[in-house]
T-cell receptor, first 112, second 114 residues
Framework: SQKIEQNSEALNIQEGKTATLTCNYTNYSPAYLQWYRQDPGRGPVFLLLIRENEKEKRKERLKVTFDTTLKQSLFHITASQPADSATYLCAPLYSSASKIIFGSGTRLSIRP | DVKVTQSSRYLVKRTGEKVFLECVQDMDHENMFWYRQDPGLGLRLIYFSYDVKMKEKGDIPEGYSVSREKKERFSLILESASTNQTSMYLC?????????????FGEGSRLTVL
């Protein structure tokens, strides 16, 4: 069965630096890959989507890459701020499937 | 503004009780989902529905059932609650014709079974 792996360890970054989070998947490549942000005690909020044929996608300080050879997506936050502290979830979407499955998430802490 | 509303933020129930978790969305979305989230296990899909009166099992349906009598409402039912069903429950919805299937989540319902 398909597996999605994200850094299980929390990531602690100094304010102003770039945070990089990893999402690895096994077996076949998803048609799309989504990233969500989740704050404690709240539901996840959609951030970005990248398609299989896109290498990179940007939105303000966020950048997502998708490498089907490495079976990996990287999520970058540039000029990180304490307000970026949250758990980030990746979610691959397979064109033949209708349900979205999630990685377990990486907790990011930005210290001032 | 898009909204998914879950009826209760916090519930405490006893083992063996029947529990209803209600979810309502105001976006006219066809797809609705129930997930549970546990530390270290992430979000796991319990059930989903593509249309009124339709339901599909997710990855962990045992011990749960669902009801979708109206398009905007998707209910999760625990017929006989057990302590291992203590968890955060998240409802989500999406548009059927949006190929990327972005999910809109509710705020979550934290259930404790004693």
């Amino acid at each position: 069965s398909q597996k999605i792996e994200q850094n299980s360890e929390a990531l602690n970054i100094q304010e102003g630096k770039t945070a990089t989070l990893t999402c690895n998947y096994t077996n076949y490549s998803p048609a799309y890959l989504q990233w969500y942000r989740q704050d404690p005690g709240r539901g996840p909020v959609f951030l970005l989507l990248i398609r299989e044929n896109e290498k990179e996608k940007r939105k303000e300080r966020l950048k997502v890459t998708f490498d089907t050879t490495l079976k990996q997506s990287l999520f970058h936050i540039t000029a990180s701020q304490p307000a970026d502290s949250a758990t980030y979830l990746c979610a691959p979407l397979y064109s033949s499937a209708s349900k979205i499955i999630f990685g377990s998430g990486t907790r990011l802490s930005i210290r001032p | 503004d898009v909204k998914v509303t879950q009826s209760s933020r916090y519930l405490v129930k006893r083992t063996g009780e029947k529990v209803f978790l209600e979810c309502v969305q105001d976006m006219d979305h066809e797809n609705m989902f129930w997930y549970r989230q546990d530390p270290g296990l992430g979000l796991r899909l319990i059930y989903f529905s593509y249309d009124v009166k339709m339901k599909e099992k997710g990855d962990i349906p045992e011990g749960y059932s669902v009801s979708r009598e109206k398009k905007e409402r998707f209910s999760l039912i625990l017929e006989s609650a057990s302590t291992n069903q203590t968890s955060m429950y998240l409802c989500a919805s999406s548009l059927r014709d949006r190929v990327h299937g972005e999910l809109f989540f509710g705020e979550g319902s934290r259930l404790t079974v004693l």
